[in-house]
């Protein structure tokens, strides 16, 4: 397996970002905290992606897309002759959406990897699925998200949080169970999307949601429920990293690959119907008992 950062001198790489959803600016901070020497561009600093970066990018340097569509990519692309690679997160075929959705997200993906020299993985697994390809690379050998050194302290009911767009591989389904199945306990659902859901123990917010209003949502909760399908990575998973929750998550390789030893993980397998339940409640137990 290849690592990115042996390949390349990071002093040599544009980091560029020309999307608008939260992810991609999360993703360009934990960037910018890994690699300070590198050079980092947003679209709002850019007309059409270009703007005055021409220095930077006709230079002998590296172009790393995040998060960035084909409709962006072109421009740039050839408006210089840079070697570009391009963040790869979900596996070929991965089907986030349905119907002509899925399809949209497959053309715009196979006209990603038709613009670019090479491929970016944050997952192994993931890495592993893109056959014959010679330009591919893990990311690094670190970690992506650095872990919270804040101790977590709990209110004395306990706020579960669920995170993410509403979409039929994260299961939200599930984390409603737990709800039905644990009235004494406050849970909170944002999910962009999401039919409402009636429960006195449960909140559901189904609304877009600033920079500001996602630290305060992870701030005043506890533990972190994402019950997932399948998944190649995720961002809310990273944020509870960094945000010291606990986090309750099936053992898939997208985030068995990040744990990184951290106590503060709860792993259950998905095939087990009572899986999701003990992990649950193992982090309320261990909660209670750091408080």
């Known amino acids: 397996m290849k690592i990115f950062d042996d390949a390349y001198p990071i002093e040599k790489i544009n980091f560029i970002y020309l999307g608008k959803s939260g992810a991609g600016y999360r993703d360009m901070a934990r ?4 690699y300070p ?3 980092f561009f947003y679209k709002w600093e850019s007309v059409l992606g270009i703007k005055s970066w021409a220095k930077e990018l006709m230079s002998n340097r ?5 998060h960035s569509s084909p409709f962006n990519l072109i421009p740039v692309i ?49 890495y592993e699925k893109y056959k014959n390809s010679e330009y591919k690379y893990m990311l690094s050998k670190a970690p992506f998200a650095k872990k919270s050194e804040t101790i977590k302290i709990s209110n004395k009911v306990p706020c579960v949080l669920f995170f993410g767009r509403y979409l039929e591989y994260k299961n939200i389904d599930a984390f409603f169970n737990l709800a039905i199945k644990n009235p004494s306990i406050k849970f909170s659902a944002y999910s962009e999307g999401c039919p409402q859901i009636s429960l006195e123990n449960l909140k559901v917010n189904s609304k877009w949601l600033s920079e500001k209003e996602v630290d305060e949502v992870f701030k005043e909760s506890d533990i972190l429920v ?10 809310p998973f990273f944020l509870g990293i960094e945000k010291g929750l606990k986090i309750v998550v099936p053992n898939l390789p997208g985030f068995t690959e990040h744990a990184q030893g951290n106590p503060g993980i709860y792993f259950y397998n998905p095939n087990d119907p009572a899986g999701l339940d003990n992990a649950f409640l193992d982090a309320v137990e261990n909660l209670k008992t750091a408080i």
């Open 31 to 34: 960037l910018q905290q890994k």
């Open 37 to 39: 020497q590198a050079l």
């Open 62 to 66: 590296i172009n790393v897309y995040v």
């Open 78 to 126: 050839f408006a210089c002759n840079n070697t570009h690679y391009l963040f790869v997160h979900n596996p070929p075929r991965f089907e986030s959406r349905k119907s002509v959705y899925n399809l949209i997200d497959q053309i715009i993906l196979i006209a990603n990897l038709s613009l670019i020299k090479g491929k970016i993985f944050l997952t192994s697994s993931v």
């Open 226 to 235: 994402l019950p997932y399908r399948e998944v190649s990575q995720s961002g």
